[in-house]
Nanobody, 126 residues
Framework: QVQLVESGGGLVQAGGSLRLSCAAS????????MGWFRQAPGKEREFVSA????????SFADSVKGRFTISRDNAKNTVYLQMNSLKPDDTAIYYC???????????????????WGQGTQVTVSS
């Protein structure tokens, strides 16, 4: 019942940065744990990062740890993924996901999430 829309993707050179945004409507995000996933051509959708409903707890995939940062602004109903030191292997469609949560949980599994955005393309050139 919550709608999610990603934005901020594009083409960037290796070593560059992008900030993705996930804007929600229909419901407030304050009661939702949120996550980012990505899917490259020919590959399965994989976990990137997650954040608890109030931003107090976060998690990152090993492949992006130290380079990506997840954050949220519940007053703006928006979740962000700051991506630095981008590599060609980061090229993928990035999806925002949400799950209604009543605890300070975060989720790293694709099937843990009920709501998904349509995705935004990130392309990193060498």
């Amino acid at each position: 019942q919550v709608q999610l829309v990603e934005s901020g993707g594009g083409l960037v050179q290796a070593g560059g940065s992008l900030r993705l945004s996930c804007a929600a409507s229909g419901r407030t995000l304050s009661s939702y744990a949120m996550g980012w996933f990505r899917q490259a051509p020919g590959k399965e959708r994989e976990f990137v990062s997650a954040i608890s409903r109030n931003g107090g707890r976060t998690s990152f995939a090993d492949s992006v740890k130290g380079r990506f940062t997840i954050s949220r602004d519940n007053a703006k109903n928006t979740v962000y993924l700051q991506m630095n030191s981008l590599k060609p292997d980061d090229t993928a469609i990035y999806y925002c996901a949400g799950q209604r949560d009543y605890r300070d949980n975060y989720y790293v599994g694709r099937y843990d999430y009920t709501y998904w955005g349509q995705g935004t393309q990130v392309t990193v050139s060498s």
